[in-house]
Every structure is written in C-alpha cells, then in structure tokens.
C-alpha cells in the first residue's frame, strides 16, 4: 500500500527549513552507500536515465535520440539505513561513412541495465552508424527501487532515403513492478546486409521493460530505425513505501549537428535525493498511577521533537477499552498539534471515586499510531494504573444467633416447677 499524500505535504512543508541534498553522475558517482541519518523519516528522490546518442551523417544527418526518462518519488526511510545508486551514462553517437568499415555503432551508456549499441553500417559499405541507447539509473533503499529507463538512440542516416524518424520520447513507466529490482539492458540495433544506416539502441531498463533496438537502413529506400526507449518503474518494500511517483522525459532530444563525426552523444543521466527531516512523536503520562478517590487524574501528553507545519501535525492513537472505574478527557484519536507548536492538548484520565473494596486494578493504555507524517519515538505508548484503596472500616453486625427450645418432657418439668412455686407462695400468704 502507498503511503498517503499528506507525506508529500509534510516534506514540501519542512523541506526548506531541513534539507541535505545529494547528486551522483556517471563522472561523480556514488562511491559507498549514504547511511540515512537520524531525523530522517523520507527521501525526495529525482532518478533520470541517460540519453540515447544521435545518428550520423550520410548526405543529411541522421535520428536523434531521445532524452532519459526522469522518475521523482517520495521513499519512506528510517534513520540507519543504507541508500545505494547509479546514475547511467548516455549513448554515444555514431559515427560517418568515413570511418573504418569495422567501427561499431555508437556504445550504448553504461548504468543498470546498459543501453543498447547502435548498429553501425554494414561493412564493405559507406554508410553512417546509429547512435547507442542510454543506460538506466536507479536508487534503493531498504529493498524500495525506483528505476530511470534510458532514451533510444537514433538510427544511422541512408543515402537518398527518407529522413531519419526521431527517437520516441514517451515514458514507459510502471509503479510497483516487481521485477523493477532486476536491471536489464537495451538491445543492440540492427546491423543490414545492404548499403545502409545502422539501426538506433535500445534504451536500458528492467526485466521485460527493455528498449528495442532499431531496424537498418537502405540507400535510396527505407530509413533506419531509432532504438526504443527503456522502461521506468517504482518498487516499495516492508515500510520503505514509495508515494507519488512521476515519470517523464524532460530533457531536449540528442540532436545531431551537421556532419559532425561522431555524431552527438547523449546527455548522462543522474541520481539526486534530498533528505526530508520529520519530528519525532513520543507520548507520556504523569502521574503513571492513580488511586479511585476524588481527584484522582492523570494528564498524557503528545509530544513532537519539531514545532508542527502549517495546519497542524495529526496523531492519531489508540487508547484502552472504557471502564467504570475511570471517565476520559479530551482523548479523542487523532489529537492534532497546532502549526508552530510542539504539544497537542492533553488527554485527560479521571479514577471514579467508588466505596467498593476489593476491586482489581485497571490500566489505561495510549499507544501513538504509525503515520507517513512524523518519526514513532520512544516512548510511543504510556499507561496510567488505577488502583483500589477501599477498605471495611464499619462496625461489625452482630450475628443472629437460635433461641433453644425445650422439649416435651422438659416442658413438662417446668410447667410443674412453676406450679409448685406458685402454691408454695399462696401458702405463705394464707399462713400470714
């Protein structure tokens, strides 16, 4: 899955208050990979691969070659990882009638995959050599490819046929192709029987994404073919997402100039990517622990390491199951931190005073959710444990205890008893 456009946003908005930009060619190349550094959360990434060269002179000039094909993206990266790149060289052009029957057409550019060679004349003939195909640029990071296709070189010119097609300047780009990892060069151009033009390069690119090379020439009938252009494309991989990727082909065709020998070459292909530094977001609770009395609350707080951009930095987070032994303030996911400021309002965890004893102890988790738009910190989750402080302190209720009962004889007995007594007593009162 891609990655949202509000990254895209988020690095436009912070790019030009934290930016590191870094440029390779085939003359500046990269010599060992750059480590992301700390702080930074993506890549702006500009891939562009290199020019077909342009096709020679036989009575007029010959095709030109078409540009590489430039691909920007945002790559999602973590602090540590390692970013590799290449940038492809352009096509040679080829070269006129009077050199060596044996010389080849022009080579075609370096890079991964190379470009195709042009065909040069055929030999025993006096004809011009096509221009080789641009090689492809890449860059990875993290198993994420994004790949530049080179541009086709330009057919070789025929006498007294007709002019010379111009490389096709189409971008062939394809986002998340899995065999994007799997550089392939362009084919060679064609190579005749007959007095006439060699056929143009192909472009390099990926595995089954190649430039096709270019058919021969004839005097006085067909044209040579210019070579195709090589295929561009884009592959995430785990959290290394890519968004918003682009392709096309900018630059101005290889243009042969007169009878220049060789012809032009193309123009070399680079790769350019900008450090994007994001905030780092953590998230923290005080106190941690609450008892269920009145007045018993927690404050946690979401915090970023930069001030937010404009319109503000969303968080959104998770928060534990409600429970009646605490209410909630405030905690509503997504908090958003205002644009300039570095906090989000806080949320607010309240313990429910209560008088019942011998209740379990709650915890209340918040964990920040990942996003495209800010770095997780440490710590990205908190909790607040609610605990029972109840306790019986009444007075102890008495408990009901069996009136004894008689039973039939001893009923008896005392029934007798009662009534001795009873006559004893009026005798003394009658002796009286």
Same mark, same amino acid.
């Given at each position: 899955?891609?990655?949202?456009?509000?990254?895209?946003?988020?690095?436009?908005?912070?790019?030009?208050?934290?930016?590191?930009?870094?440029?390779?060619?085939?003359?500046?190349?990269?010599?060992?990979?750059?480590?992301?550094?700390?702080?930074?959360?993506?890549?702006?990434?500009?891939?562009?691969?290199?020019?077909?060269?342009?096709?020679?002179?036989?009575?007029?000039?010959?095709?030109?070659?078409?540009?590489?094909?430039?691909?920007?993206?945002?790559?999602?990266?973590?602090?540590?990882?390692?970013?590799?790149?290449?940038?492809?060289?352009?096509?040679?052009?080829?070269?006129?009638?009077?050199?060596?029957?044996? #010389?080849? +057409?022009?080579?075609? =550019?370096? &890079?991964? *995959?190379? /470009? $195709?060679? @042009?065909?040069?004349?055929? !030999? %025993?003939?006096?004809?011009?050599?096509?221009?080789?195909?641009?090689?492809?640029?890449?860059?990875?990071?993290?198993?994420?490819?994004?790949?530049?296709?080179?541009?086709?070189?330009?057919?070789?010119?025929?006498?007294?046929?007709?002019?010379?097609?111009?490389?096709?300047?189409?971008?062939?780009?394809?986002?998340?192709?899995?065999?994007?990892?799997?550089?392939?060069?362009?084919?060679?151009? #064609?190579? +005749?029987?007959?007095? =006439?033009? &060699?056929? *143009?390069? /192909? $472009?390099? @690119?990926?595995?089954?994404? !190649? %430039?096709?090379?270019?058919?021969?020439?004839?005097?006085?009938?067909?044209?040579?073919?210019?070579?195709?252009?090589?295929?561009?494309?884009?592959?995430?991989?785990?959290?290394?997402?890519?968004?918003?990727?682009?392709?096309?082909?900018?630059?101005?065709?290889?243009?042969?100039?007169?009878?220049?020998?060789?012809?032009?070459?193309?123009?070399?292909?680079?790769?350019?990517?900008?450090?994007?530094?994001?905030?780092?977001?953590?998230?923290?609770?005080?106190?941690?622990?609450?008892?269920?009395?009145?007045?018993?609350?927690?404050?946690?707080?979401?915090?970023?390491?930069?001030?937010?951009?404009?319109?503000?930095?969303?968080?959104?987070?998770?928060?534990?199951?409600?429970?009646?032994?605490?209410?909630?303030?405030?905690?509503?996911?997504?908090?958003?931190?205002?644009?300039?400021?570095?906090?989000?309002?806080?949320?607010?965890?309240?313990?429910?005073?209560?008088?019942?004893?011998?209740?379990?102890?709650?915890?209340?988790?918040?964990?920040?959710?990942?996003?495209?738009?800010?770095?997780?910190?440490?710590?990205?989750?908190?909790?607040?444990?609610?605990?029972?402080?109840?306790?019986?302190?009444?007075?102890?209720?008495?408990?009901?205890?069996?009136?004894?009962?008689?039973?039939?004889?001893?009923?008896?007995?005392?029934?007798?008893?009662?009534?001795?007594?009873?006559?004893?007593?009026?005798?003394?009162?009658?002796?009286?």
């Amino acid at each position: 899955m891609l990655p949202t456009a509000g990254l895209l946003a988020l690095c436009l908005a912070s790019a030009a208050a934290q930016s590191q930009t870094i440029t390779y060619t085939p003359t500046t190349p990269q010599v060992a990979p750059d480590v992301v550094p700390a702080g930074v959360g993506a890549i702006r990434v500009i891939v562009t691969g290199g020019a077909g060269g342009a096709g020679s002179y036989d009575g007029v000039p010959g095709g030109r070659g078409a540009a590489g094909t430039q691909v920007e993206a945002i790559v999602r990266v973590q602090p540590g990882q390692t970013i590799t790149a290449i940038a492809a060289g352009g096509g040679q052009g080829g070269a006129t009638y009077a050199r060596d029957a044996d #010389l080849t +057409g022009g080579p075609g =550019g370096s &890079g991964q *995959g190379a /470009g $195709g060679d @042009g065909a040069a004349r055929n !030999v %025993g003939f006096i004809s011009a050599g096509a221009g080789g195909g641009g090689g492809a640029s890449f860059l990875n990071v993290g198993g994420a490819w994004v790949r530049a296709g080179g541009g086709g070189g330009g057919g070789g010119d025929s006498f007294r046929a007709p002019q010379v097609a111009d490389a096709s300047a189409v971008a062939l780009f394809t986002a998340e192709a899995v065999a994007c990892a799997v550089p392939a060069s362009g084919e060679p151009g #064609l190579r +005749g029987t007959v007095d =006439g033009g &060699g056929g *143009g390069g /192909g $472009g390099g @690119g990926y595995l089954g994404a !190649v %430039g096709t090379g270019g058919n021969f020439g004839q005097d006085g009938g067909p044209s040579a073919e210019p070579g195709g252009m090589g295929g561009s494309c884009t592959l995430s991989a785990g959290s290394n997402t890519i968004s918003n990727p682009t392709a096309s082909v900018p630059g101005a065709p290889t243009a042969p100039v007169g009878i220049t020998d060789p012809a032009t070459n193309g123009i070399d292909g680079l790769v350019s990517f900008e450090y994007i530094f994001q905030p780092t977001v953590t998230i923290a609770c005080d106190p941690s622990a609450l008892t269920d009395s009145a007045g018993q609350q927690a404050v946690c707080t979401v915090t970023a390491s930069t001030a937010a951009p404009s319109g503000g930095l969303s968080v959104p987070f998770s928060i534990s199951a409600a429970d009646p032994q605490y209410s909630t303030q405030n905690c509503s996911s997504p908090v958003v931190i205002p644009e300039g400021a570095t906090q989000a309002p806080a949320c607010t965890i309240i313990a429910n005073d209560n008088q019942v004893a011998g209740e379990a102890a709650v915890t209340v988790s918040l964990q920040i959710s990942d996003s495209d738009d800010y770095l997780t910190g440490t710590p990205a989750e908190a909790s607040v444990v609610i605990s029972d402080n109840d306790s019986n302190t009444g007075t102890p209720v008495a408990t009901p205890q069996a009136v004894p009962s008689l039973s039939g004889w001893a009923s008896l007995l005392l029934t007798g008893v009662l009534a001795c007594l009873a006559w004893m007593r009026r005798k003394t009162i009658m002796g009286r």
